[in-house]
């Protein structure tokens, strides 16, 4: 099954972004069948061949979750963005002392207090 995505390149820190068609079990930077174009994440720049993205949607080629919500927001395809990632819930560990729940207080009735009995005055 063939796939559109990004291909990193560049180096450590200074990183850009080729569009590629390729089969989906080839490495990411691996060999690829067509260049579509180039992403500069530093300068948001895209360069990309509309004619060729549309060629190969309608071939029924797969894109990344990436690479559909970058070409939305450059206005190259339209549709609704996909989610690209999701968060991993860490789950705080059940541990013995955080299951057992100290035992509530027991909050005494208010007692309305007496007034003192007042020492006459001699």
Known sequence: MLTM?????????????????TEHTKKPQGEFLE???SY?????????????????????VNMSATLHNLLINH??????????????????PTTPAQEATPPEKKEEPATPETPSEEKPAE
């Open 5 to 21: 995505r990004l291909q990193r390149i560049g180096k450590r820190g200074q990183a850009y972004f080729r569009i590629v068609v």
């Open 75 to 92: 206005n190259i395809i339209s549709g609704e963005k996909k989610t690209s990632w999701k968060p991993k819930v860490k789950e705080k």
């Open 40 to 60: 500069d994440p530093h300068k948001k720049n895209l360069q990309a061949k509309k004619e060729r993205i549309e060629h190969w949607r309608k071939q029924g």
């Open 35 to 37: 260049l579509l174009g």
